[in-house]
């Protein structure tokens, strides 16, 4: 089977909803031993469920990933792992001018600082085990311009230029690491701010937001887990060092 991670054990962050979770209910499917990595408990149990009820295997550990001490504690209760997805992450809107010291640092605590966390621990195991993948979920916003996302963008140009040193520091230790750089993805997220920001306006600001995307609509959720699935997989193995944005032409085309 192509794309098969039979008994590949997975971290996954984040894995509680969005993106994350379609990448822990994706690998499941191919056979991977599932850990998710969450700091909503309730979140954590549905993803399991979710992957149990569809015959796959997962267990879940609660953690925030800016707390390099429960990331150590974490890191060393699961042992082995093949995989590494840094999905967990905050948004944040605003520019430089008006996002204040806290939404700043909290921004970066989670993406910046939690994403480091978790290769910190993750890569000494790879190294000893002779090999590991690693991927990121970076965004767009760490590749052009977007209003309004200062701080974000700040955090995912960090997530991107860290993929781009730990694949050149660690090539030659059999471990592998990509990015993925979504537009914008339909997820949870994006209909709590409509509806916080929009209320009664949800379904207009939708269409507004999907046309932003020379394709006309917003990424999928599966559609991002299919790519991660990919650069995961052993189909993969000649791939380190690079970013893939999905983002319905929105870099090239949205002239």
Same mark, same amino acid.
């Given at each position: ?182 537009? =914008? ?31 006309? =609509? ?38």
């Amino acid at each position: 089977m192509m794309f098969s991670l039979q008994q590949q054990q997975a971290v996954i962050t984040g894995a509680g909803s969005g993106i994350g979770k379609a990448i822990a209910e994706t690998f499941a499917r191919q056979g991977a031993v599932i850990h998710v990595v969450e700091i909503n408990e309730e979140h954590a149990k549905q993803t399991v469920e979710s992957i149990e009820a569809d015959g796959g295997k997962a267990v879940y550990h609660i953690c925030d990933v800016s707390d390099q001490d429960q990331v150590a504690a974490v890191f060393g209760q699961i042992g082995h792992i093949d995989i590494l997805v840094n999905s967990a992450g905050v948004a944040h809107v605003g520019t430089a001018a008006n996002t204040s010291a806290e939404d700043f640092e909290r921004v970066f605590n989670v993406n910046v600082k939690g994403t480091y966390n978790c290769l910190h621990q993750a890569i000494p195991q790879f190294m000893r085990q002779g090999g590991g993948v690693i991927l990121n979920i970076a965004s767009i916003a760490a590749l052009v311009g977007i209003p309004d996302r200062f701080a974000y963008s700040m955090s995912k140009g960090a997530v991107y230029a860290m993929t781009l040193s730990v694949a050149r520091d660690y090539l030659q230790q059999g471990i592998r690491c990509n990015s993925i750089s979504p537009a =914008r993805v339909h997820t949870p997220f994006v209909d709590g701010f409509l509806a916080k920001h929009y209320p009664g306006k949800e379904k207009e600001m939708f269409a507004k937001l999907s046309a932003t995307q020379p394709i006309g =609509r917003m990424a999928e959720t599966r559609e991002v887990a299919a790519m991660a699935l990919y650069l995961c997989s052993k189909e993969a193995s000649f791939i380190s060092g690079n970013d893939y944005p999905i983002d319905g032409g929105f870099i090239k085309l949205n002239n």
